[in-house]
């Protein structure tokens, strides 16, 4: 079972940047589709952006598509998440998140994160 550290986040005003890392140990992510999930206060936990094993292919939702990039570094174990035009909705926890599979179907990620708060002040 790999292990997930999310790091990154904090309080940023609305049209800041945050960039978001995580951390894997245990094994290695590099055959791994990884991705990030969000669960804003009295919401369900949403899909936010994946990235293929071999970085060839990016998924966004469509509420973060051109302001949030998702990034790898296989020689790192590490996946990243660069959010950008930050906006108030955006407020949530931030879930990095694993999945032995080569698809971007949420319910493909196994493993997850304990989660980095990110709060977008207006």
């Known amino acids: 079972q790999v292990q997930l550290e999310e790091a990154g986040g904090g309080l940023v005003q609305a049209g800041g940047s945050l960039s978001l890392s995580c951390a894997a140990s245990?094994?290695?992510?590099?055959?791994?589709?990884m991705g990030w999930f969000r669960q804003g206060p009295g919401k369900e936990r949403e899909f936010v952006a994946a990235?293929?094993?071999?970085?060839?292919?990016?998924h966004y939702a469509d509420s973060v598509a051109g302001r949030f990039t998702i990034s790898r570094d296989n020689a790192k174990n590490s996946v990243y998440l660069q959010m950008n035009r930050l906006k108030p909705e955006d407020t949530a926890v931030y879930y990095c998140?694993?999945?032995?599979?080569?698809?971007?179907?949420?319910?493909?990620?196994?493993?997850w994160g304990r989660g980095t708060q990110v709060t977008v002040s207006s």
């Open positions: 998140a694993a999945s032995q599979w080569t698809t971007f179907e949420p319910d493909s990620f196994d493993s």
């Open positions: 990235i293929m094993w071999d970085a060839r292919a990016g």
């Open positions: 245990g094994r290695s992510i590099s055959r791994s589709t």
